[in-house]
T-cell receptor
Framework: AQSVTQPDIHITVSEGASLELRCNYSYGATPYLFWYVQSPGQGLQLLLK??????LVQGIKGFEAEFKRSQSSFNLRKPSVHWSDAAEYFCAVGDGAQKLVFGQGTRLTINP | EPEVTQTPSHQVTQMGQEVILRCVPISNHLYFYWYRQILGQKVEFLVSFYNNEISEKSEIFDDQFSVERPDGSNFTLKIRSTKLEDSAMYFC????????????FGSGTQLSVL
């Protein structure tokens, strides 16, 4: 069965510092992988997605993620975080854009 | 950017009551979904809907749940007799295509069952 693990429930970083949010997945075939962000009171906004091709994908708001098949990982990175990046981040795996299986989420707090 | 709209943003109901959560998907989208997130837990798939019928549903989506597209714009989730454990944030989503297009999520309806 498909599953997604986000090992870090809560991460705190200083503004301007680099960020890496971890995501590991279990999937029987080549996965479709997604990162979503949820700000308070908002819906889930797609940051980026990986379907095939280049394993380093660029997303919105300066985020990128790298698909590593050997490690079953799809970690999200940003070189320098801004206070507005404080939010909940969800990794998801799915078959196309249909039924998605989400991770637990990682809450990101930014220190000024 | 076009948006998926959900109403109400908060819904409080008594256990055993029926509730209807409403969603207006993006106008040219063909695939519709409901997900939910119980506080502190993962976002979970409930149901997908295409061409006026359910295309897939999860184990959570039992006989107490139903979905409908009553007209050309709305997409509703009905819970016939709410239970305490139905308390959750319910997200509607739509997609123009079953393939590689992204899902557009609404901002959710927080359902509280007392």
């Amino acid at each position: 069965a498909q599953s997604v693990t986000q090992p870090d429930i809560h991460i705190t970083v200083s503004e301007g510092a680099s960020l890496e949010l971890r995501c590991n997945y279990s999937y029987g075939a080549t996965p479709y992988l997604f990162w979503y962000v949820q700000s308070p009171g908002q819906g889930l906004q797609l940051l980026l997605k990986y379907f095939s091709g280049d394993t380093l994908v660029q997303g919105i708001k300066g985020f990128e993620a790298e698909f590593k098949r050997s490690q079953s990982s799809f970690n999200l990175r940003k070189p320098s975080v801004h206070w507005s990046d404080a939010a909940e981040y969800f990794c998801a795996v799915g078959d196309g854009a249909q039924k998605l299986v989400f991770g637990q989420g990682t809450r990101l707090t930014i220190n000024p | 950017e076009p948006e998926v709209t959900q109403t109400p943003s908060h819904q409080v109901t008594q256990m055993g009551q029926e509730v209807i959560l409403r969603c207006v998907p993006i106008s040219n989208h063909l695939y519709f979904y409901w997900y939910r997130q119980i506080l502190g837990q993962k976002v979970e798939f409930l149901v997908s809907f295409y061409n006026n019928e359910i295309s897939e549903k999860s184990e959570i989506f039992d006989d107490q749940f139903s979905v409908e597209r009553p007209d050309g714009s709305n997409f509703t989730l009905k819970i016939r007799s709410t239970k305490l454990e139905d308390s959750a944030m319910y997200f509607c989503a739509s997609s123009p295509d079953r393939g590689r297009e992204k899902l557009f999520f609404g901002s959710g309806t927080q359902l509280s069952v007392l």
